[in-house]
């Protein structure tokens, strides 16, 4: 009860709000900004943290882990799975996501689908069933570099827990699409579209290096006159 006491009590803040939690939430990002732990995509970016901490508060998650798991993917925002189902399991108003797989493994029909439990009525709550049909019907299964072929129960596991937090828990995704759903509908052997979206071998290997991408260092040079110029604007925020 505590803990979810907890969680709402973060999700009331917003730092654009008005001026003071505007205020407020700029001298809160600092660490994030000048900080080697937060990912290329945020770090030196103010307000990309300032969204990124709007978006914790909201989610009732931790303003880091937010950051870590948030990718551009064709040039719009996305979780990995793994994060959603993380949030969803720490909502603690279901009980943690559980699988059924089905069918007779590597054919169309075999397909997983994702439940949960509502612990205030006790309501099985199940979500929609995702097949191997289902997933070359789409295009996700012959798109190249697929992780459909490679890893079809975990992607299969993957698409079914999202489907069901976004009909039963919509505020947890904002909308947003994962990174594996992003992934699947462009076309990947297009690499320009896809920005600081790893694999799901990278992602795993994420919090075991701190060097940065390459693509983000290239960018940074440019932008090296400039940085004596952007570091007064920021103390202007201080009180």
């Not at 990309?48 to 931790?62: E, F, K, P, S, Y």
Request: hydrophobic share 40%; charged share 25%; proline share 5%.
């Amino acid at each position: 009860m505590e803990q979810t006491t907890n969680a709402l009590q973060v999700q009331q803040f917003n730092a654009f709000s008005n001026i003071e939690s505007f205020e407020a939430a700029q001298r809160m990002v600092k660490p994030f900004v000048n900080s080697n732990l937060v990912p290329a995509t945020f770090k030196g970016d103010i307000g990309g943290c300032l969204i990124a901490l709007n978006m914790a508060n909201r989610m009732g998650a931790d303003p880091l882990q937010v950051m870590q798991s948030l990718y551009i993917v064709h040039g719009k925002p996305s979780f990995s799975s793994a994060f959603l189902i993380a949030c969803f399991n720490q909502c603690g108003r279901y009980t943690a996501i559980r699988y059924e797989m089905f069918g007779e493994r590597d054919t169309d029909g075999w397909g997983c689908k994702a439940y949960t439990t509502e612990k205030s009525t006790g309501e099985l709550i199940e979500g929609v069933a995702v097949t191997i049909g289902m997933a070359k019907a789409e295009g996700w299964f012959g798109k190249a570099g697929s992780k459909w072929k490679t890893m079809p129960e975990l992607m299969m596991r993957y698409r079914a827990a999202t489907f069901l937090i976004r009909s039963v828990a919509p505020e947890i995704a904002l909308g947003f699409q994962t990174t594996e759903e992003a992934r699947d509908i462009i076309d990947i052997t297009d690499r320009s579209q896809v920005l600081d979206a790893p694999s799901l071998e990278e992602i795993a290997l994420q919090a075991m290096t701190k060097d940065e991408p390459k693509p983000a260092e290239e960018k940074a040079e440019p932008a090296t006159e400039n940085e004596n110029e952007e570091l007064p604007t920021m103390k202007l925020f201080d009180t």
